[in-house]
């Protein structure tokens, strides 16, 4: 049992108090400090989701008051990464968070999900200038707090400066406890490098993400998560009155909310020709649990509050709609009209002589769908397919190829990448363009297809001309934000100054 423990300010990580206790005491081994803490040998792998807490509190002074509850739900990012999770599978982490694994190989970061997460957290641990000099000044110390950690987090909503990172990591297999001091956080304070329409959605999405680590709201299932998005799609006009979703719609409108840069930089960005992004996955009840980041970012685009979602039990979801319908027509009548139509148009198939006859056609299905399947043909006659001149096809393909390239290569705006898949999208066509048998072509798509930093090179270039173009102040840090590279990228870093320095 411990004899003392630092005062626990509000907002800290726990990991963050550990680092305090062990510059007060001195102890050098971590094996020592560890066991002094938690009364036995324990692997503390992660500063955001650590585990064995009812060891740690259970060794603590008599009389603390102190409990694993409010440990794991203040001083933890619990609270956090759990919010849009079920009762049971919430209660299973917080299980593994203050008793441990029990021999099962895994941890807290697998049950929330992130382990196969799109969505990756920041590398380490981030502060804010301000708060860091503020504390120095009133409390002779700083700490790490669990608000600046939040994925997706670039400001401090107190301050409204950038966030730095620290030289800590937040999750390493050899963890050291480090304290919030001159030595890890001693990043240069630079100017804003985001657009204020960024810094204001940024701030809007840390005010919500805030509310879930600062409130205990009640657990809401995946299916009543999902029904609440599609009553606040269907009131947007992006869902029908029984909850079929506008998808195209619905896309459409998230990516005029969002700009690009910032999806990027939210680690969301969506291809809207992909039928598998991941924006047309969130809004289907595929039954997965998503990024608390991403959920927050469909509620922002809702423009609706956390507190409603939880907080309100009025849904309604999916309507499955029954209508009874009764033949308004002689079916006699219908017969013979659906048998003319298909005779003045033999050479017609299923689909075409349903647009050919609207109505009747539906009526003709609803009421009478098995003389329907007797009387009408099923597709028309094959046509014999015709000799493909392949070496023709091939000098043709290659036009067009090198056609695509120079459109790419010339296109107004952000340059893309010079690769076969772009030059099939600039022309419109499908994988048959990659074709074995259009021998030049591919060599062709092969030959140009640029390599990664050869294209970086290329969009750095263009970032450079669009910004000076602009009067914006040119620094390599918000070249690469310009550019698309996101912060931390320090291999685009490296080639930023070397173009720099050819420029």
């Known amino acids: 049992m411990i004899n003392f423990l630092p005062q626990i300010y509000e907002n800290e990580l726990l990991y963050s108090v550990i680092a305090r206790y062990q510059r007060m005491t001195g102890i050098v081994s971590k094996r020592a400090l560890v066991e002094d803490l938690f009364g036995r040998i324990i692997k503390y792998y992660s500063s955001l989701f650590p585990q064995y807490i009812q ?44 008793y441990g694994n029990k021999g099962a190989k895994i941890n807290p970061k697998q049950l929330i999900g992130l382990g196969g997460s799109k969505v990756r957290l920041p590398e380490y641990l981030r502060y804010c200038p301000v708060c860091f000099k503020e504390d120095l000044d009133q409390l002779g110390e700083s700490y790490w707090r669990t608000n600046h950690q939040i994925v997706g987090a670039f400001y401090c909503i107190k301050h409204g400066v950038v966030l730095k990172d620290s030289k800590v ?50 657990k809401k299932d995946l299916h009543y998560i999902n029904s609440f998005y599609i009553d606040r799609l269907r ?29 990027k930089m939210m680690q969301s960005t969506i291809d809207p020709e992909k039928p598998s992004n991941w924006l047309r996955l969130f809004v289907r009840n595929n039954g997965k649990n998503r990024s608390p980041l991403r959920h927050l970012l469909f509620m922002q685009f809702l423009g609706v509050e956390v507190d409603e979602l939880f907080l309100s039990d009025d849904i309604k979801g999916k309507v499955h709609v029954f209508n009874e319908h009764s033949p308004s027509f002689d079916i006699e009548s219908r017969r013979l009209e659906w048998l003319q139509l298909i005779k003045e148009n033999p050479d017609a198939n299923r689909s075409q002589l349903k647009e050919k006859g609207k109505g009747l056609h539906t009526w003709i299905y609803r009421h009478d769908g098995e003389w329907y399947e007797k009387v009408t043909p099923r597709m028309q006659k094959r046509k014999k397919s015709e000799t493909i001149d392949w070496k023709q096809r091939d000098k043709e393909c290659l036009k067009m190829a090198r056609n695509a390239v120079n459109a790419i290569l010339n296109r107004n705006g952000k340059p893309i990448r010079v690769c076969p898949s772009n030059i099939r999208r600039v022309l419109g066509v499908g994988s048959w363009f990659n074709n074995e048998k259009l021998i030049y072509t591919n060599r062709y798509m092969q030959d140009t297809k640029e390599d990664i930093d050869s294209f970086s090179i290329r969009k750095i270039k263009w970032a450079i001309e669009e910004m000076i173009a602009n009067g914006e102040e040119l620094a390599p840090y918000k070249v690469q934000l310009y550019a698309g590279f996101g912060g931390g990228n320090k291999e685009v870093r490296k080639l930023i100054i070397k173009v720099f320095e050819d420029f």
Do not use: R, W
């Open 55 to 98: 060891s740690f509190v259970d060794n603590l002074p008599l009389g603390s008051k102190i409990t694993v509850k409010e440990l794991i739900q203040n001083h933890t990012m619990y609270s956090f990464y759990t919010a849009f999770l079920s009762e049971k599978k919430a209660n299973t982490v917080y299980q593994h968070m203050a």
């Open 169 to 218: 990591l937040k999750t390493d297999n050899k963890t050291e406890f480090l304290c919030a001091d001159e030595e890890v956080c001693n990043a240069l304070i630079e100017s804003d490098p985001y657009s204020k329409h960024i810094k204001e959605l940024n701030l809007q999405y840390i005010y919500h993400a805030e509310k879930l680590i600062n409130n205990t709201f009640p």
């Open 235 to 263: 009131e947007k006009g992006l869902a029908s009155k029984n909850g079929s979703l506008y998808i195209l719609e619905i896309q459409e409108q998230f990516l005029e909310h969002f700009p690009e840069q910032y999806l």
